[in-house]
């Protein structure tokens, strides 16, 4: 069978059960993208997260990569190029070995376009920094890797590595890396050596010492160009690389997501940013606790999309020339926004009576009360006036989505807030969805039947009998492959259109 068709027929099928369009994809997830309900062992239900997805996809490419060369000599030579196209690992000491590999037959390294280091056990085994050596000796022998994404904290080995990648890398489209502010400097350099960059996404960890005393030496001089850059991903202290950024030329930038976590202090400028790189922006994603002047932000960006911001921000009402106290209704724009159709929120942890937020509020019931009219007063707002061409509004927490889940849907008042919320929208013909992309409220037991008759109709469709299949050309039948076209059906039931898009 392995001779009786082409080998680029065969180098065409063994991509497509591969799934390396959505593994290439130069994306990176942002807050809009879609999570999933999946079954779990130990609950009935699980929030797949769009980072649990992509690791889900890696896996089980990886797995078909390892059937199709284990089958015959044959398909070992033609689908050992695709083995290592994408190497994706959560045990980083596996890199020593691949190193060998690599090694033995460099020709190998030329096919990697993708480098994952994955980090499940966080803050437990030893850290990347002891893997200095495998890890710059795997990226000095793949001069074609187009992404590289490393979820574990790098702190000495990144200089080496920056390095490596601006030395032998030059192709790099998508990088995330984990590393101290303290490395700021680094970060610099490695993007100044980097200019094909399409996506990134930094997060940095707190200094180990004072942060007043960091200082960028000469990389504070450096105005970098970034010709190519469409996605920002920022997390955790990023205030200096933020202000830095404001200076740089950033023509292509469409995304910028903006993560400071539970922080309350030193908060970045972000609004000197998007003075800068906001009117070319198409995506916006606000998710910090202290509450930024919303309506400046959108004066800013006036192409925007899509926007997510905080929906518990005690946003102050604009003051009436009658009225200088401002306790007139929140207003999200000082003008309605001609492109906005698609917003996602954050928070709203004590909107829908559910969870922890819940629980800790049974103590102090005057704080939950104090969000929740915070909520209710910035979903007002949400309105066509403010946002003529709005679509849909997104409840982006997947913490709200599973507790909703475990208790059946909103307790208490949330069950009126939501009722609420939902004809609003549906009274402006706004669509109100919850992280999977769902319907607010629709919980997985109420569509799961519909999923397997359809998955019923599909295997149908696909599958003959061994009497039903047709003949073909040269003796060729469908039976030998039908693993293998399985394998393409259900990998792309899984892909997102586009799977991680640079706007959201």
């Given amino acids: 069978m392995a001779e009786s068709l082409p080998p680029e027929l065969w180098s065409h099928i063994f991509d497509m059960a591969s799934d390396e369009d959505t593994i290439f994809y130069p994306g990176l997830p942002t807050s809009m993208t879609q999570s999933s309900w999946a079954r779990s062992l130990l609950t009935d239900w699980q929030l797949r ?27 070992r030579r033609l689908g050992l190029e695709f083995l290592v196209r994408n190497l994706f690992f959560n045990d980083p000491s596996k890199l020593r070995s691949l190193t060998a590999l690599l090694t033995s037959n460099p020709s190998l390294g030329w096919w990697t376009r993708r480098l994952h280091i994955t980090h499940f056990l966080y803050q437990r085994g030893p850290p990347l920094d002891v893997f200095e050596a495998a890890l710059t000796s795997v990226l000095a022998q793949t001069p074609n890797l187009e992404i590289f994404i490393v979820d574990w904290p790098l702190s000495r080995a990144f ?66 160009y970034l010709p190519n850059l469409q996605q920002l991903i ?7 690389f933020i202000e830095q950024a404001s200076g740089w030329s950033l023509p292509l930038l469409r995304s910028f997501s903006f993560d400071f976590g539970s922080k309350l202090e030193d908060v970045p400028d972000v609004l000197s940013f998007l003075g800068t790189h906001g009117t070319s922006l198409l995506f916006l994603d606000l998710n910090c606790i202290p509450a930024l002047e919303i309506r400046t932000v959108l004066d800013l960006c006036p192409l925007l999309t899509a926007l997510s911001f905080n929906l518990d921000w005690k946003i102050v009402p604009p003051a009436r020339d009658d009225d200088n106290t401002g306790d007139g209704p929140v207003v999200l724009t000082n003008r309605p926004h001609e492109h906005i159709a698609h917003i996602g929120l954050h928070g709203l942890l004590f909107a829908f009576g ?12 005057l704080r939950s009360l104090l969000v929740q009219r915070t909520n209710d007063r910035n979903f007002a707002a949400l309105t066509k006036a403010s946002f003529p061409k709005l679509e849909r509004v997104r409840v982006l927490s997947p913490t709200v989505l599973t507790d909703l889940e475990r208790t ?14 939902a004809g609003m929208c549906e009274g402006m013909g706004i669509r109100l969805e919850d992280c999977t992309g769902a319907l607010l409220g629709t919980l997985p037991q109420d569509y799961e039947e519909e999923e397997e008759e359809e998955e019923e109709e599909r295997v149908d469709e ?23 076209l399985e394998e393409c059906r259900k990998m792309s039931e899984e892909r997102e259109d586009p799977p991680f898009g640079l706007v959201y």
Avoid at 66 to 74: E, Y
Avoid at 180 to 202: G, M, N, T
Avoid at 354 to 365: R, T
Avoid at 465 to 476: I, K, L, Q
């Fill in 49 to 75: 997260t769009p980072r649990d997805t992509i690791d889900i996809v890696q896996r089980r490419s990886y797995a078909t990569k390892k059937s199709i060369i284990s089958t015959c000599k044959s398909w």
């Fill in 159 to 224: 200089g080496p590595i920056a390095d490596t990648l601006g030395t032998h890398c030059k192709n790099l489209r998508t990088a995330h890396w984990h590393v101290p502010a303290e490395l700021l400097p680094k970060v610099i350099w490695a993007l100044d050596a980097l200019p094909l960059l399409v996506s990134l996404a930094v997060e940095f960890d707190a200094p180990l010492k004072d942060s007043d005393t960091l200082t960028l030496g000469s990389a504070q001089d450096v105005k970098l």
């Fill in 234 to 240: 920022m997390r955790g202290h990023s205030a200096e």
């Fill in 354 to 365: 559910v969870g922890l937020a819940s629980a800790y509020a049974a103590p102090d019931p």
């Fill in 408 to 421: 059946d849907g909103p307790q208490g008042s949330g069950m009126e807030r939501w009722e609420r919320w």
């Fill in 462 to 484: 696909y599958y003959y009998t061994d009497e039903e299949e047709p003949a073909r050309p040269g003796g060729v039948g469908l039976s030998e492959l039908r693993a293998l």
